[in-house]
């Protein structure tokens, strides 16, 4: 089966800067789109970063010019480089696919389990 695993979160300190990665395994026949949203505490999810399957790139208000979106295709991993971090980023980051695995079907809700950013200082 296909499975998000979702790693590199930690604690930093404002400023800062984290790589996040999203390894994707199984066999995955198209990628359309993959993303990043975050569930900051006690508060509803939100998008963040998608990447599109032809490479074009979307981001959140809150994040541009501070987050980056990329994949390795070699290696089935996506990305988010978070730089100048804030308090206000602390949340649980999730990565997301709209996949069409190797059953030809396509999904729109592939889940990682996510990982935890906190920012402070």
């Known amino acids: 089966q296909v499975q998000l695993v979702e790693s590199g979160g930690g604690l930093v300190q404002p400023g800062g800067s984290l790589r996040l990665s999203c390894a994707l395994s199984?066999?995955?026949?198209?990628?359309?789109?993959m993303g990043w949203y975050r569930q900051p505490p006690g508060k509803r999810g939100e998008p963040v970063a998608i990447?599109?399957?032809?490479?074009?790139?979307e981001y959140g208000d809150s994040v541009k010019g501070r987050f980056t979106v990329s994949r390795d295709g070699a290696k089935n991993t996506v990305y988010l480089q978070m730089s100048n971090l804030k308090p206000e980023d602390t949340a649980v980051y999730y990565c997301n696919g709209d996949l069409t695995a190797a059953d030809g079907r396509r999904r729109r809700d592939y889940w990682g389990q996510g990982t935890q950013v906190t920012v402070s200082s």
């Open positions: 990447l599109s399957g032809g490479g074009t790139t």
């Open positions: 199984g066999r995955i026949l198209t990628p359309h789109a």
